[in-house]
């Protein structure tokens, strides 16, 4: 089974698009007005993404078996995963200054997360309306453009992979890793705030 979730994750992780705080900026100035809590959550991601970006990459060279299960969750929306590889929810045991620290970050982050969920839905989508310059909308879970106006791929796709529904994923799935006790894949979950 390892070797299905690999096929699955790779290719995933390999074009996991990352957007800027400019690039948000930029967005933002031409789009419609979004909700507070959904420009939270993307100023959010714009500014921790490319971190956990390196984090997922880094943990990936060391995983196997249920730590790629783990991994693959944050991809649950796509075509292809196995509701089967979900793996099972373990509690999280130590209690240092560590952990606490890393629980306090992703406690901040669900909650930004579940706000913006709450006003555009769990998961958006990507679609493309212009053949030319492949331009498309990013659409929520109604199917509705979340920004009124046309985006370039490569930003649409990263807001995408970055919908509130993903990065509770992804924060469940970290704290599955947390929770293996594994002294090399914490020191991995920490370094994603260093800088």
């Not at 620290?101 to 990507?126: I, K, N």
Request: glycine letters at 8%; one cysteine or more.
């Amino acid at each position: 089974m390892t070797r299905v979730v690999e096929r699955f994750l790779d290719p995933l992780l390999a074009r996991d698009a990352r957007f800027s705080e400019d690039d948000l900026d930029d967005l933002l100035a031409d789009a419609d007005p979004v909700p507070d809590a959904l420009e939270r959550h993307l100023r959010m991601c714009a500014r921790l993404g490319a971190a956990w970006h390196r984090t997922r990459q880094a943990v990936r060279a060391r995983a196997n078996g249920e730590v790629l299960r783990l991994l693959a969750f944050r991809y649950a929306d796509e075509p292809g995963y196995r509701p089967s590889w979900r793996p099972p929810q373990r509690q999280i045991t130590a209690d240092d200054d560590a952990v606490r620290f890393l629980r306090e970050r992703w406690d901040e982050e669900r909650s930004v997360a579940e706000e913006a969920e709450c006003v555009s839905g769990a998961d958006f989508l990507w679609k493309e309306i212009e053949v030319q310059d492949g331009q498309g909308l990013v659409l929520d879970g109604d199917g509705r453009s979340v920004f009124g106006c046309a985006v370039y791929p490569e930003v649409g796709r990263g807001i995408v992979q970055h919908a509130p529904g993903r990065v509770l994923r992804d924060i469940a799935a970290r704290e599955g890793i947390l929770a293996r006790a594994d002294p090399a894949l914490r020191e991995l979950l920490l370094g994603t705030y260093a800088s």
